[in-house]
């Protein structure tokens, strides 16, 4: 019960009384952070993990209920704030919590709110100290110090003074500046709660032997549940299948695993192999996974079913998965310039992973010695005692390019202190544009913003002349206007201006450029939206790498010379449909809206190209060879659905623009449905329901969805039109054999074909509606696909039956050609 009263003592009472009643016994720590919330304190909440910080932010909500105050709960990333979002959901009723991340808004005017940092930011920017937001928790404050997004974390400290602040991480460093800083500027005391013993204390240890060995000592001593620390995702499965010599689990636990999982899809290559290694007790867990794959190693690992896991260091970032003990594999990282060693704030999020409040007395944290050092432990093993064997051991050297680390880095990691937290402010048009907005002395409070922060001197001025540069773009544009000392705008901004697809603006000025009587002028939409949604790097780097190669076959078949190949093919990049009109639109759309510049346009073709290529998604990751980042190609498709269905205005909406959303939609949800149902939930959090099962529902049937169906069959048939037109009878074989046309079957079709026309068209209007016919039946779809012959008699094509029941079973169109031939 949440008390209607502001009494510190009453709040705290009853606090402490939901929180025993939920059984909980509050920490030291824990009991003077309240304390401190409850008064109006500020709190700096710097403890290790597993000293329950969750804790201290329900009581940061709870108290500011009472008070009738409002609380925000921020985190880095949308999965950690919408988890956030349903567990205050159960605590405190789906009434009083909603949620902002920029694509999703639900129950925005609650009294708690959910949001990423951007959004309280830029609602700081927008509002100032008129912010409506009494109470802000930051989680995982230590992102203060990140170089692309630190500004998002300083800036309500710096805009917000009315509010009272919980600023949690697990890796603060020194916070005495902080605290300091925070008092001067709220007025309010600000308590810092840091440095207290872990309720699970950690024990470090340095492994020379093999990990293999270091791994079945663990077992045998009872530290798993093992969290094997890798820092790529190849490196992680390539581990946990090595790992399946070991004797992880017993036959009773593998029994267990298999009632567990039952009738789980594992619909893709990735989950056939994720099947095998978690019947073993392995799991794996990565950011690449399909979100229903991480789902169930989270959940059989709950259960104390998977002993060891194998995973990258995306652990540290808020993962729900109960973990005795971390083995990292190496003390460097590559950070997308160089390999390099951790820094200790990096080390200490990591190792805090170990140990679990409640089950176990202590934690393990191991760091497995480089290979070469292990190799050399194990000859000097061999040597024994013998100082002449001692003195004939060829010590193996590292391998070049090694940066190196050994037992001395783990010592001086476990010693150290987080790295003080290093300022990351900057300016852009955006935030430039929130504050003028506001009306008031914008001159004043932007001056207050680039002067009044945590930057040294220099950086100030840097930023100062960066906001001017920026304003003389804005009084150019004619987007503001100066009158003496007043500065506004000259135009209305979008209520969710820089929050939620800042360039759909811009795409529905080039989709209005676009003619809709033009044959690929769907897939163009498409393309105009794909161009405003953040690149999916390893599926984009999978595209240049197969266009190169595509390139290189090519100009060795023109005789072109090796090093004429090397200086062409630095031309070679992903496709980007539409660049040149997109980069022209942009540039005159920038000139009229200047804050677009913060954003930048990425042309490119995923959605198009897995369309055009008419492949299934399973298909589509072989094709590419992307089994490690299915999860981040579905992620991606799932966010292209949403953007393609928000922002296309329905008077843009053709047939085939409906017909491709509907098909994306639908392909989505029968590879993972979790995404689509996580999306509905937050629609109706009351509705949700409480206990998530170990195996998800499986997805409606794919032919509930009859145009989404339709396109699914188009897009088999056409695929097969597509080799025809190669006249490739070995891969139509492939796909055809077992309903009795293979190769030859094939071969002879085709050559019957050949000897009348030359050729089969695949542009847009072959692969229309209308060259297919449709004959449905209860059980079955009899159809006819014609092939667009250059005479256009279109007296030619093929014939299949497309079996429903297999369909729903499978999850995508499963056709049986009949015939190829004339009409």
Not at 311 to 326: A, E, Q
Not at 729 to 752: I, M, P, Q, T
Request: aromatic residues 8%; proline residues 6%.
């Amino acid at each position: 019960m949440i008390p209607e009263t502001a009494d510190p003592d009453l709040v705290y009472s009853e606090f402490v009384a939901w929180a025993s009643a939920e059984g909980f016994t509050l920490y030291p720590a824990q009991d003077e952070a309240v304390m401190e919330l409850v008064t109006g304190a500020n709190v700096i909440l710097s403890t290790p993990t597993g000293t329950g910080k969750s804790l201290v932010a329900i009581a940061a909500h709870f108290a500011a209920l009472a008070a009738g105050r409002r609380s925000f709960y921020t985190a880095p990333i949308k999965a950690l704030v919408s988890e956030k979002f349903f567990a205050l959901v159960d605590i405190f009723g789906a009434e009083r919590v909603g949620m902002v991340t920029g694509d999703s808004s639900v129950n925005p005017d609650a009294p708690i709110i959910c949001c990423t940092e951007e959004i309280l930011a830029n609602l700081s920017l927008r509002h100032g100290e008129d912010s409506p937001v009494d109470v802000v928790v930051m989680d995982e404050f230590h992102f203060y110090a990140d170089p692309e997004r630190g500004w998002a974390w300083q800036v309500p400290l710096l805009r917000m003074p009315h509010a009272q602040f919980l600023l949690m991480s697990a890796t603060l460093g020194d916070v005495d500046w902080l605290a300091r800083d925070l008092t001067a500027r709220t007025g309010r005391p600000t308590a810092s709660v840091t440095g207290v013993d872990r309720p699970v204390p950690l024990h470090y240890y340095y492994a020379t032997t093999p990990i293999h060995e270091t791994v079945e000592e663990l077992l045998s001593t009872g530290q798993a549940p093992i969290y094997i620390v890798h820092f790529s995702q190849a490196a992680a499965l390539e581990r946990a299948q090595a790992l399946t010599s070991v004797r992880i689990v017993d036959r009773e636990q593998r029994d267990a695993i298999a009632d567990l999982i039952g009738d789980f899809r594992f619909t893709t290559k990735f989950g056939q192999t994720l099947s095998r290694l978690i019947r073993s007790g392995i799991g794996v867990h990565h950011a690449g996974m399909l979100p229903k794959y991480r789902r169930l190693v989270e959940q059989l690992a709950q259960r104390g079913l998977l002993r060891v896991i194998c995973g990258t260091d995306t652990l540290g970032v808020g993962i729900n998965v109960p973990i005795r003990t971390v083995v990292l594999t190496a003390l460097t990282k590559y950070d997308g310039i160089r390999m390099r060693q951790l820094n200790a704030r990096e080390f200490h999020q990591i190792a805090g992973r170990a140990g679990r409040a409640g089950f176990d007395t202590a934690g393990t944290v191991v760091v497995q010695a480089p290979e070469h050092e292990v190799e050399n432990a194990r000859l000097v093993a061999r040597a024994g005692d013998d100082p002449k064997k001692l003195k004939r051991v060829v010590r193996k050297k590292p391998p070049e390019g090694f940066v190196s680390w050994g037992e001395p880095s783990f010592s001086r990691l476990v010693a150290a202190e987080p790295e003080r937290l290093v300022s990351s402010m900057r300016m852009s048009h955006a935030m430039l544009l929130n504050v003028i907005g506001r009306g008031g002395d914008a001159f004043a409070e932007v001056r207050a913003l680039v002067e009044d922060n945590h930057e040294p001197r220099a950086r100030q001025l840097e930023l100062a002349r960066q906001a001017l540069s920026m304003y003389r773009t804005l009084r150019t544009a004619g987007i503001v206007e100066q009158d003496g000392n007043t500065i506004r705008l000259t135009v209305d901004l979008q209520p969710n201006f820089a929050l939620n697809q800042p360039l759909s603006p811009f795409a529905l000025a080039v989709i209005d450029l676009l003619d809709p009587e033009s044959p690929t002028y769907a897939l163009d939409t498409i393309s105009v939206i794909e161009a405003t949604l953040e690149d999916p790097r390893p599926v984009l780097s999978a595209h240049e790498h197969r266009a190169r190669g595509e390139a290189v076959a090519a100009m060795k078949a023109e005789g072109i010379e090796y090093e004429e190949r090397m200086e062409l093919l630095e031309a070679i990049t992903h496709p980007k449909p539409l660049e040149e009109l997109l980069d022209a639109a942009f540039a005159t759309y920038r000139a009229s809206q200047p804050w677009a510049a913060d954003f930048e346009l990425r042309p490119k073709s995923v959605v198009r190209d897995l369309y055009e290529r008419a492949m299934t998604f399973n298909e589509y990751v072989g094709f590419y060879s992307l089994g490690r980042s299915e999860g981040l190609l579905l992620r991606y498709l799932s966010d292209a659905f949403r953007a393609v269905r928000q922002t296309i205005p329905e008077s843009a909406k053709t047939d085939d623009i409906r017909d491709l959303v509907e098909w994306l939609g639908e392909l989505v949800r029968q590879v993972d449905s979790s995404l689509l149902e996580e999306w509905e939930e937050l629609s109706h959090p009351d509705a949700a329901p409480d206990d998530v099962p170990v195996v998800p529902p499986p997805p409606p049937s794919v032919v509930t969805n009859e145009r989404a169906f339709r396109v699914l069959v188009r897009n088999e048939l056409f695929r097969r039109v597509q080799l025809a037109a190669l006249d490739d009878a070995d891969s139509l074989g492939e796909l055809d054999a077992a309903s009795g046309f293979d190769a030859v079957r094939w071969g002879e079709a085709l050559d019957a074909y050949y000897a009348v026309h030359d050729h089969i068209g695949t542009d847009a209007d072959a692969r229309s509606a209308a060259m297919l016919m449709i004959d449905k039946r209860p059980t079955e779809w009899v159809v006819r696909q014609i092939f667009a012959d250059p005479a256009g008699d279109h007296d030619w094509g093929m014939s299949a039956i497309v079996d429903l029941t297999e369909s729903a079973e499978q999850g995508i169109a499963v056709i049986r050609i009949t015939a190829v031939g004339e009409l």
